[in-house]
Each structure stands twice: as C-alpha cells, then as structure tokens.
C-alpha cells in the first residue's frame, strides 16, 4: 500500500496528492508518469509525475476529474493509501540525457495549459536546479483554473501567465503571448508543449512557421498506459507510435493531431472501441510484450 500524505483541491475539480512512494521516487526523471489503483478492482489511471523527492521518498501528482476512477480518487484523504502505485513508466524528457554543457547553452520555451502545468512543473525545476533558467508560459482559461503559480515562479527564469477570457495576467491564449515573446526579440532554441489536445496542436503550427522544434507530451490520450488497450495509438512522422510505450513526449511538428483527436472521440464507446480493433489489426496495440498485439 501506498500512504497519501498530503491533499489539496488546487482548483475546481483538480487535486494534488503526496504519495510515499521510495522506490518510485529514487528513479523518477522529469516527462514520467506512474499508474495508480485505489484497490485492487479498480480501473489503472495514468498520470503524469509533477514532483518527487528521492530523499523523502515521495512523488505527487496532480489530477483532474474526469471520470468514475478520478472521482473515487478526489475523496482519498491524507493517510489513506493507494493500492498500487506503478512508476516510473515511459521515456523521460530528451534534455535529460543531453550533455549538459550543451544543455546550458539552449534557450528553452515551456508552454502549459491547464492541468499540463503539473507535467511541465518538474522539468523546469530539474533545469533550475542545474542552473538553467527557462521560459515558462502558462494558460489557463480562468483565474480560478489557474495551478502551481507560486510553485511556477520559483523555478522559472520568466514566467508569463495567461487567461483566456483575460481575468488574470495577459489575456488571450497562449500562442498569442508565443507570437508576442517572438516579436519582442526573444529567441528559442527549443519548445516543450504540454496540455490539452487541441491547445498542443495550435501551439505546433504556430512554432512550425517560427521554425521553433517543439516537444509535446501525449499523456491526455492515454488510458491503459502499458500500450495493451490501444488507446494512445497515434502517427508520428507517418510512423505508428503509443504515447505510453514509445512516448510520452514526441517532436510536436511530426504528430498527426487531428487523426489523435477524432481516435479520442471514437475510443470513447464500446462500439468505437471495437470499430478500431477491427481495423487497425495487429497494429492496434502498443509493444508492452504481454497481450500479444504486438507480435
């Protein structure tokens, strides 16, 4: 069992959690997720790690309700226990394994919307740690949704926070306060892109006429997380990837977003799910070795 140490509700429907979790901890690197279970019938929820201490032996994560798992998640209070807590799963951030000479020398742009915060959280606070200052934008559509700000400000070298409807900060989505950093004079080596969908996808075709690479990370389509059930299916590059397997994260210019996106939407119904199977074949799983659709 898993001990929850600490809870907070950071805004509407969007929760933090401690967890003890020392095995975890000791091996986490920033861009990786774990795989929790409230008990031993209940539904595997991937989520990305927005923090981890590999002294204290904690990892926390920050989730949104979504649907039956999440909210049996939401009522779990400090000293309850998480049945399983599996991690770390998947690849860490390119820029981790970068000579760090190298690494010091780029100028990097973080973009978060939403919930995304969380997973981009840890990655500039491994920079900030090595004495890398990056740029951080953060959106969200309302003050009130706004997560991590003061967590935010301590680890970045500028952060920039915006609101869609303009209730706090600069107003506007985010690709406007890219295009306005740009006009500025500000340069970018690299982008890293982390939230919603359709936010990623804009945010892509917005650096692609900037000729910025940029890096997104697909954990909002993922559901299984070990690459069995199909879900994070998506081209890369006109390749067949898994987001949970081969990813999360991915060279954002080469993702077919819009074919990610109507999957999404298909994936949702037993009907859908089946229509999938049946067409994608063997290629219809990821490569997580037990299930066979990888052979």
């Known amino acids: 069992m898993y001990k929850i140490l600490e809870t907070k509700e950071l805004a509407a429907n969007i929760f933090y959690m401690v967890v003890e979790a020392k095995r975890v901890a000791k091996a986490c690197k920033p861009g990786q997720f774990v795989i929790v279970r409230t008990d031993e019938e209940a539904e595997r929820i991937p989520l990305t790690i927005c923090d981890y201490d590999a ?163 697909l954990n909002p389509i993922m559901v299984d997380g070990t690459g069995m059930c199909g879900a994070c299916r998506v081209t890369v590059g006109g390749k067949v990837k898994f987001a949970c397997v081969d990813g999360p994260e991915f060279d954002g210019h080469q993702v077919n977003f819009d074919e990610a996106m109507q999957r999404q939407q298909i994936y949702k119904t037993a009907e859908g799910r089946a229509f999938l199977k049946a067409k994608e074949g063997d290629t219809h799983h990821g490569g997580c070795g037990n299930c066979g659709g990888d052979k």
Not at 102 to 113: N, P, R, T, W, Y
Not at 196 to 212: A, N, Q, R, Y
Request: aromatic content about 6%; overall charge negative; glycine content about 12%.
């Open 55 to 217: 002294e204290k032996g904690t990892v926390t994560i920050v989730f949104q309700i979504v649907g039956a798992g999440t909210q049996i998640m939401s009522s779990l209070k400090a000293g309850d226990s998480f049945h399983d807590f599996v991690g770390p799963l998947g690849c860490p951030s390119e820029f981790v394994e970068e000579e760090m000479e190298a690494l010091k020398k780029k100028k990097m742009l973080f973009v978060a919307g939403g919930v995304g915060t969380a997973p981009v959280y840890p990655q500039v606070k491994w920079l900030h740690e090595r004495g890398i200052d990056a740029d951080v934008i953060v959106g969200a559509k309302t003050k009130d949704l706004l997560i991590l700000e003061e967590e935010m400000k301590n680890v970045a070298g500028n952060l920039y926070v915006t609101t869609d409807d303009g209730s706090y900060g600069r107003s506007g989505m985010v690709t406007q306060t890219i295009t306005d950093l740009v006009n500025e004079g500000n340069h970018y080596d690299v982008c890293v892109a982390i939230g919603p969908m359709i936010m990623m996808k804009f945010v892509c075709k917005l650096t692609k006429e900037l000729g910025l690479p940029t890096i997104v990370s």
